[in-house]
C-alpha cells in the first residue's frame, strides 16, 4: 500500500501583501498541503487572491483592515468552511482571527490568538476567553479520535524553553501563567504539541524574534508562540516538525518564520 502524507505549515505574515516576494518562493520550495496564514492586516476586498491562484493554489481567508486576518491556502479543495466560533457571541474580529476547513479528510483549525497588550488591559481577559471559547468549540464540533489539526500563532510560550530569558517574561501577557494555565487547558481537549512531540527539551527553537532586537535570530533572542497541534491519531504518524528560520534572514521579512509539520495518513 503506498504511503500517503499530508504536510501543513503555519505562518504569521505581519501583512500578507509585504510578504509576497516570502510566501510565494517558499511554497514553490516546500510541497505543502496546506498553509495556514494569520495577520493578514488586509479586508477580503483588496486581499491578493490572484498571485495565489496563478500559482496553482486555492485560498480563503477573512480580514479586516489594517490588523488581524486569516487565510488558508492549499492546492486541494477545502470544504466545510467556518469562520469564528459560532458560539451567538462572535465580534468581527472574531471570524478575522478563525478559520476552519477540512483537506484531504483532515480537520484544520487556523487561530491567531488575541496578544493580550498588557496584565491589566481588557485584551488580556479577551485572550484567557478566547482560549475557553475555544475548547468550547472543539467539544462542540469535533470527536477525539478525529484526524484533527489546531495550528497558528497563539501568542503563548508554553513553558521556560520556549522563550529567552524566561526568568525576566513572567509578566508578559504571552508568558504569565495564567495565559499559559488557559493555553494548556484548550489543548488539553485532545491536542499534542507536535514540535515537542519530536524534539522534547531542545532549547533555542523559536518561531518569532522580535524586530526590536537587533540580530534576534542570530543572538537566538526568540519565542516560540507559533505552533501545531495535532489530535492523537495524526500524532502516530507524525515524521517531522520544524522550523524554518530562513524566511525570518530575508530582506523585509516577517517578524514570525515558518513552522512545518509532516504526516503518514
Not at 39 to 66: C, H, S
Not at 131 to 148: G, I, N
Request: with cysteine; proline share 6%; glycine share 6%.
Amino acid at each position: 500500500m503506498r504511503e500517503e502524507r499530508f504536510t501543513l505549515a503555519t505562518f504569521n505574515t505581519n501583512g500578507i501583501r509585504a510578504r509576497l516576494h516570502i510566501i510565494l518562493p517558499w511554497l514553490a520550495e516546500n510541497n505543502v498541503d496546506c498553509l495556514c496564514i494569520q495577520e493578514t492586516k488586509v479586508q477580503d476586498k483588496d486581499f491578493p487572491e490572484e498571485p495565489f491562484r496563478e500559482a496553482g493554489f486555492r485560498v480563503i481567508y477573512k480580514g479586516q483592515k489594517a490588523y488581524n486576518g486569516v487565510a488558508v491556502v492549499s492546492p486541494h479543495e477545502m470544504e466545510n468552511v467556518q469562520f469564528g466560533f459560532d458560539d451567538g457571541v462572535d465580534q468581527p474580529d472574531d471570524h478575522a482571527r478563525l478559520i476552519r476547513c477540512t483537506i484531504q479528510g483532515i480537520g484544520i483549525i487556523n487561530t491567531y490568538v488575541p496578544q493580550g497588550r498588557a496584565l491589566d488591559h481588557p485584551n488580556f481577559q479577551k485572550k484567557l476567553d478566547w482560549f475557553a471559547r475555544l475548547r468550547e468549540l472543539f467539544e462542540k464540533h469535533y470527536k477525539k479520535s478525529d484526524r484533527l489539526i489546531w495550528c497558528g500563532d497563539m501568542n503563548v510560550a508554553p513553558e521556560p524553553i520556549d522563550v529567552y530569558a524566561p526568568e525576566k517574561k513572567l509578566n508578559h501577557v504571552c508568558f504569565h501563567e495564567t495565559a499559559r494555565k488557559a493555553f494548556k487547558e484548550c489543548r488539553g481537549w485532545g491536542f499534542s504539541d507536535c514540535f515537542r512531540v519530536l524534539h522534547p527539551g531542545e532549547p533555542d527553537q523559536y518561531t518569532f524574534y522580535d524586530y526590536r532586537i537587533p540580530k534576534a535570530v542570530e543572538r537566538k533572542l526568540g519565542w516560540r508562540i507559533d505552533h501545531i497541534m495535532a489530535t492523537r491519531l495524526l500524532c502516530k504518524g507524525i515524521q517531522d516538525c520544524s522550523i524554518d528560520l530562513e524566511p525570518r534572514k530575508r530582506q523585509k521579512p516577517s517578524d514570525h518564520t515558518f513552522l512545518m509539520a509532516d504526516f503518514l495518513i
